[in-house]
């Protein structure tokens, strides 16, 4: 489409720019952001509400996992582990159905109620009633628009007890609450702001629990406040001075809507902003060049990969499954294609995570790969479609593998669409061959086993929709693994488990794992203590200082 | 006096009056049937993208038992007819639906959008006439000269050259080299405390506030891109302002005011343009109603929140709802500017006023 288009041709034109720009050598122009204050420019157009309960996309993580609070955190010193958030203490009943938290005495809402047990429960409540997209991250655990008040209740003013429906691994547990839809929200404040509703069979309560007024506000106690936000265009963290922690350095962080990289790249060097997230390679480039700016990365919760459907007949075979991991010219991508943007990893957990397997057995092997195809009878090769949406990397590592691949005569034939259509092929399962992404759901290694090597019911009506499904690998022996994995209450064990899963997708899955994705971050050089977190929930910008 | 006399003028009036209301109806019946074509054209071709709507609602990661009950809640189990119906039943009583990308009601976000737009589309048309028409003139005047090539060439390469790549060249030479505008965006951060939109019209917000300071930055920001877009309406404006005036300088009326001794001035500006104003009152209106649109170009490079960009993520997202109000909305200008243009022209040309 038009954006798409406008991608590809950008660098060329951008060249030219550069080139025209040079013929007037005036000083360039510098403007300074408040010292109080950080700008930063970002794409935060998948911002739709700022409701915990509701919210799932990537920009709103940040912002909530900066403006509220959790039970408890991801330890971003050690990512496989949690720390304490609201809660002190936790403990873990024997039979390892009841979770015992102790809040730490207190706390304040940036509002300036208190932060009661009480608080807690409400929000597990209007999470589970209100059933939005990130709802089944709680509900997992067995609760239920019927049982939450029960399962999740506060004992007394500082004690609140979660009791789950099977002895989960606690680390499973414990992993899941410290993602966004855990937020715990300002119970007085909000039932200020609830609206009616009329009842009907999908819904049952007579209320919206503060949904529709926290579309757009804010009832939270972390280090910063949600000020304002507009749409498309700003979103504004103010410090919160009830905040019991470390008081944010900067008294306001202002997030600008900026889509394209070459505006952004142009706003940092004119000093217009501190910050800019979405660089593609070659901006980035140009900024890790310049005295003036720093970058920073982290690798993220995100791989990229090539799914085969088990529907077509020569991708069912295992040789050809195996011949086509030969096929992708993993050296090459990684130093062009998402140079700075992502790393080669061939298994499926993301680095940091549990359990996460660092092996990356593959490379480009065109000879191998054509004795694998020959023992799958498959001598003189095959041709195949691949669905690809038009944007990059994916449409530059399609073409890639469209060339490495025809060297072993599987010739792809590669047909490109929107995001969304490709998607919705894919959900259907009519594509032959797919890549794509998938970013974790929560901070635990069940998130991706589950949708990766697990497949309840690979009928076309199956409800259980992972990517296995999507791709009709019918792998029930897996799919009981991954549900023991979450049964095993040793942490060490239980990271085994997961690893073993990684090593058989690796062995016989359709799925051709290629990179983890890294993000980064263009700085002004005056801006110190900027650090991306694994997941955008923990990208903290609380430490955050400016010389 | 008799009763005839009395009676020839009230007739006269009758059918005055008669033929006013069957001008009105008659162009109620062509809004409609417009507005029905413009809806039902837009609401099917929504419905045969392949693309799955719900999935923009709930995301890639929902849960099927999500998916299925927004899908029903969305009505898109129904058959097309049935959905057809009950948008147009919604559209009928002021509900033009919640958009699924932002989730808002769909005017919500198009009364937050389309003055964005809207201002920069106003600004960008003053521009462009007011330079465009004096230059169309001047080539026509002084037609075959020099000047007329150089405004030829401006209003080739403004035609010609992609908007995006401008619009970049634009922002590394005054923005980032001169520093003479600001960068992209409608304000600069420093107002985030003091300015407080009312209108959505950042300029005219600004003087309600007698804020000068913001409208500086305001007029500072909105300049670069809105002079892009005036420089694109003001190629198509001053080609169409010289053909218009050759037009108008060949005919005999301007050989009697010459002979009657006439000044150049009078004849070019008072008698030409007089009458080449009419046909470029709708040029100006159609160039006006272009820019309304939005330019997702524009907005794109220029971090603009406006409708264009609204739309085209909508349509990207198979946001039905929102595309429709956007293009009801759009549709709206386009036949309020005409209507608007059509009242100008019984103003500025007599022989089109109805008798």
Redesign the interface.
């Known amino acids: 489409?038009?954006?798409g288009k406008?991608n590809g041709h950008f660098r060329v034109?951008?060249a030219?720019?550069?080139v025209?720009?040079l013929v007037?050598s005036?000083a360039?122009?510098?403007?300074e952001?408040?010292a109080d204050?950080l700008?930063q420019a970002w794409a935060i157009?998948d911002t739709?509400?700022l409701d915990p309960a509701e919210s799932?996309?990537l920009s709103p993580a940040e912002f909530l996992g900066n403006a509220y609070d959790m039970l408890v955190r991801l330890d971003v010193a050690d990512t496989s582990k949690v720390k304490p958030g609201v809660a002190e203490s936790w403990t873990v009943s024997d039979d390892g159905l009841t979770y015992t938290f102790k809040l730490k005495p207190g706390l304040k809402f940036a509002s300036g109620n208190p932060i009661t047990a009480e608080d807690v429960a409400w929000s597990f409540e209007r999470v589970v009633k209100l059933?939005?997209?990130p709802?089944?991250i709680l509900t997992q655990f067995g609760l239920t628009k019927d049982n939450v008040t029960e399962k999740a209740k506060a004992t007394d003013e500082n004690t609140f007890v979660l009791t789950v429906d099977k002895a989960y691994a606690p680390s499973f547990v414990l992993n899941c609450l410290t993602a966004t839809v855990g937020a715990v929200v300002d119970k007085k404040l909000l039932l200020e702001h609830v609206a009616a509703v009329t009842p009907t069979d999908?819904y049952k309560f007579d209320n919206d629990f503060g949904n529709g007024w926290m579309?757009t506000g804010y009832a939270g106690s972390g280090p910063f406040k949600i000020r304002?936000w507009?749409?498309?265009?700003?979103l504004?963290l103010e410090r919160n001075d009830n905040y019991y922690g470390d008081k944010p350095a900067l008294a306001r962080v202002?997030y600008?809507?900026?889509?394209?990289s070459?505006?952004q790249r142009?706003?940092l060097?004119?000093g217009?902003v501190d910050v800019a997230r979405n660089l593609e390679p070659g901006d980035l480039e140009a900024v890790s060049k310049n005295a003036d700016l720093t970058t920073t990365s982290a690798p993220k919760g995100t791989v990229y990969y090539i799914s085969l459907n088990q529907k077509n007949p020569n991708l069912a075979k295992p040789e050809v499954r195996q011949a086509l991991k030969y096929l992708v010219d993993y050296d090459a991508i990684g130093s062009t294609l998402i140079k700075g943007i992502g790393e080669i990893r061939q298994t499926y957990q993301p680095k940091g995570v549990l359990g996460a397997l660092d092996s990356d057995p593959f490379n480009f092997d065109v000879a191998k790969a054509k004795e694998l195809l020959e023992k799958a009878g498959l001598k003189d090769g095959f041709s195949i479609t691949m669905d690809v949406r038009n944007t990059q990397p994916v449409t530059g590592i399609a073409e890639a593998f469209q060339q490495t691949a025809g060297q072993a005569g599987v010739k792809v034939e590669i047909i490109p669409g929107?995001?969304?259509?490709t998607?919705?092929?894919y959900?259907a399962r009519n594509h032959d061959m797919y890549i794509g992404q998938w970013?974790m759901?929560y901070w635990d290694p069940n998130s991706n086993a589950e949708t990766f090597t697990s497949n309840p019911n690979n009928a076309d009506d199956g409800?259980?929709?992972t990517l296995a499904w999507r791709n009709a690998w019918d792998v029930p022996e897996l799919t009981e693994k991954t549900k023991a994995a979450l049964l095993e209450r040793d942490a060490d064990k239980r990271a085994a488990m997961y690893r073993e899963l990684q090593q058989a997708a690796l062995d016989t899955s359709p799925f051709v794992l290629i990179f983890q994705q890294t993000e980064v971050a263009g700085l002004r050089g005056n801006v110190k203590n900027y650090k991306l977190g694994p997941n955008f929930d923990s990208n903290f910008v609380a430490p955050v200082t400016k010389e | 006096m008799s009763t005839a006399d009395t009676q020839k003028p009230a007739r006269r009036a009758n059918r005055r009056a008669s033929a006013i209301i069957g001008a009105i109806a008659s162009f109620l019946v062509v809004v409609a049937t417009t507005y029905l074509g413009l809806l039902a054209v837009t609401f099917f071709i929504g419905r045969v993208v392949p693309i799955d709507p719900v999935l923009a609602i709930v995301g890639d990661r929902a849960p099927a038992h999500v998916v299925e009950r927004t899908r029903e809640a969305m009505g898109f189990n129904l058959p097309y007819y049935q959905q057809f119906y009950l948008y147009v039943k919604g559209v009928l009583s002021g509900d033009f639906g919640t958009s699924v990308l932002t989730t808002n009601p769909v005017m919500a976000d198009i009364r937050r959008v389309f003055p964005a737009t809207m201002e920069l589309a106003t600004v960008g048309t003053i521009i462009g006439a007011a330079l465009g028409i004096p230059l169309g003139v001047l080539a026509a005047v002084k037609r075959g000269s020099v000047a007329d090539q150089i405004v030829r060439v401006v209003g080739l390469v403004g035609y010609s050259v992609p908007i995006f790549w401008l619009g970049l060249i634009a922002l590394l030479v005054f923005y980032a080299r001169l520093g003479w505008t600001s960068g992209p965006g409608r304000i600069d951060v420093v107002f985030e405390y003091t300015f407080t939109p009312v209108t959505g019209f950042y300029l005219l917000d600004a003087v309600i506030n007698r804020d000068w300071a913001a409208f500086k930055d305001i007029f500072s920001h909105i300049i670069l891109p809105a002079s892009l877009l005036g420089y694109f309406s003001l190629a198509y404006i001053s080609r169409m302002t010289r053909s218009f005036m050759l037009n108008e300088l060949s005919q005999e009326y301007i050989v009697a005011a010459r002979a009657k001794g006439l000044s150049e001035s009078r004849i070019i500006w008072g008698h030409a343009l007089r009458n080449a104003a009419v046909p470029l009152v709708t040029v100006i209106a159609l160039s006006y109603a272009g820019l309304l649109e939005g330019s997702v170009l524009t907005e794109t490079v220029f971090a603009w929140p406006g409708l264009g960009l609204y739309i085209t993520n909508s349509l990207q997202n198979a946001d039905m709802n929102a595309v429709l109000g956007g293009t009801i909305v759009i549709g709206s200008v386009f036949i309020g500017i005409n209507l608007l243009s059509d009242l100008l022209y019984r103003m500025l040309d007599p022989r089109t006023r109805i008798r």
């Open positions: 489409m038009f954006i406008l034109l951008l030219g720019a550069a025209s720009a007037l005036a360039p122009s510098f403007a952001t408040p204050t700008v157009d739709i509400t799932f996309e059933d939005k997209s709802a089944f999908d579309k304002d507009r749409a498309n265009e700003i504004v202002i600008r809507h900026v889509k394209e070459a505006t142009l706003m060097e004119s217009d929107d995001g969304k259509q998607l919705t092929k959900r970013g759901d409800t259980v929709k």
